[in-house]
């Protein structure tokens, strides 16, 4: 099946600070998301991403398929922003079963 | 966007006995829902594939016997956790999305489930 694979692991930040979140995927996918899972576990719906790029106030994601990878962009981060992100994806058969990636545990100190 | 809901958010429950955890798409049908689980500080594994009106799809590994899947209706899923265990202690979500075209997913709020 597809793997899902997140860099980096941990992240750490100043407040105001930009950062980079990677996803690799090891097949063609579907569908895409990126999440932000809060404290209390919920997963919040950043993007909806399967290729090409979009932005959302500070954040921004894009999906270059045909290179089997996808980037979350967070400019001017706050401390809200912590908390650990999550891109899911599923494969072209169809299953629209989402495999997740391992995660970023992002960090912002103010 | 669509929302899904799930109940209970929260459940402590004794060895040996059952819960049960509702997953409810309430302003959309769903054909098909999703069961994750994530243990603390790891990402979320998905245990099953709900269908509505036919028998649940497991994931390699996962005891359907343990984890009993219903789907009775358009809009609700429910697992049931037989027996438990607190190995079985855990984060419980679902997920679901709109019918009919690839769109994003949505998920519950989650279940935190703690046997003891």
């Known amino acids: ?110 | 966007g669509a929302v899904v809901s799930q109940h209970p958010s929260r459940v402590i429950c004794k060895s040996g006995t059952s819960v049960k955890i509702e997953c409810r798409s309430l302003d959309f049908q769903a054909t098909t829902m999703f069961w994750y689980r994530q243990f603390p500080k790891q990402s979320l594994m998905l245990m099953a594939t709900s269908n509505e009106g036919s028998k649940a799809t497991y994931e390699q590994g996962v005891e359907k016997d343990k984890f009993l899947i219903n789907h009775a209706s358009l809009t609700l899923s429910t697992l049931t956790v037989t027996s438990a265990h607190p190995e079985d202690s855990s984060f419980y979500i679902c997920s679901a999305r709109v019918e009919g075209r690839n769109t994003e997913a949505f998920f519950g709020q989650g279940t935190r489930l703690t046997v003891v």
């Open chain 1, 1 to 110: 099946g597809i793997q899902v694979e997140q860099s980096p692991p941990d992240l750490i930040l100043q407040e105001g600070a930009n950062s980079t979140l990677r996803c690799n995927f090891s097949d063609s996918v579907n569908n895409l998301q990126w999440f932000h899972q809060n404290p209390w576990g919920q997963l919040i719906n950043l993007f909806y991403i399967p290729s090409g790029t979009k932005q959302n106030g500070r954040l921004s994601a894009t999906t270059v398929a045909t290179e089997r990878y996808s980037l979350l962009y967070i400019s001017s981060s706050q401390t809200t922003d912590s908390g650990v992100y999550f891109c899911a994806a599923d494969t072209t058969s169809g299953t629209y079963k989402y495999i997740f990636g391992t995660g970023t545990r992002l960090k912002v100190l103010a």
